[in-house]
């Protein structure tokens, strides 16, 4: 079989494509992937055997290109980074063609914590957009703001069963029935980062309830207090 390849391809503007991602791209045989993410290298997509895939019948398609890809190379691009918030995805890959090379991308998760001026390496990272439940990860969101973190996170969009939607306003109803004063926790909301489409929102935790946000939105909860090497004069002794 030729060579697979699982790769990011940046939150949705081309110019997030890394350069290795688009050589990978420019030297495959066949591309499958959803609409959304196509649309971000379709600039690259000229001569190439493109199929598109839904949710619903990625299952299929998956299986039915396994036995024609022979000798050629196949790319499954994931908008983002290819590491986060994909994982089923990727596991079943690597279960249908066995060796998958996983190329990472420029994660939303990356953008939005550059844009709200939040470091990743003092917040935490969550993701919502999962299938399984999210039970758990809605007390490590809890626990992540009680003991100070900033929390950048990905919502779960899910509007035709509601007890599994779980966007910023239901994240805000949560939070508060939770006794947490969402008035005083700022939040920011990003839809469609980076693109032509992009759209920012930011106040208090409690301005979200009510408020609707596409599924290509991520949210920083901004704790984050300002603590420059200023501060550790005594690394500077000797």
């Known amino acids: 079989m ?25 030297n495959c045989d066949i591309i499958i992937g959803y609409k959304y993410t196509l649309k971000t290298i379709e600039h690259l997509l000229e001569g190439k055997e493109v199929y598109e895939v839904t949710m619903n019948n990625q299952e299929e398609s998956y299986q039915k290109i396994l036995p024609e890809i022979g000798e050629r190379s196949l790319v499954i691009p994931f908008t983002g980074d290819v590491n ?3 994982s089923e995805v990727v596991d079943r890959l690597i ?10 991308g420029i994660s939303s998760i990356q953008v939005a914590a550059a844009k709200s001026k939040v ?11 999962v299938t399984t439940s999210i039970e758990e990860k809605k ?3 809890q626990k992540a703001l009680i003991d100070g973190f900033s929390v950048v996170l990905i919502p ?13 306003s239901e994240i805000a109803i949560y939070l508060r029935k939770n006794g947490f004063d969402t008035e005083n926790i700022q939040v920011y909301v990003y839809e469609a980062i980076t693109t032509e489409n992009e759209t920012s929102f930011v106040g208090s935790v409690k301005d979200l309830e009510g408020k609707e946000f596409s599924d290509l939105s991520v949210m920083v909860f901004n704790q984050h207090i300002l603590d420059s090497y200023m501060n550790y004069k005594w690394q500077w002794k000797t």
């Open 2 to 26: 030729g060579k697979i390849y699982a790769v990011g391809v940046g939150p949705g503007s081309p110019k997030y494509v890394t350069e290795i991602v688009k050589d990978i791209i420019q």
């Open 84 to 86: 986060f918030s994909e």
């Open 95 to 104: 279960e249908i063609f066995g060796g998958v090379e996983i190329v990472p």
């Open 119 to 129: 470091p990743l390496d003092k917040s935490k990272v969550i993701t919502m957009h």
């Open 139 to 141: 007390l490590e969101l």
């Open 156 to 168: 779960r969009p899910w509007p035709k069963q509601p007890d599994k939607h779980f966007m910023p």
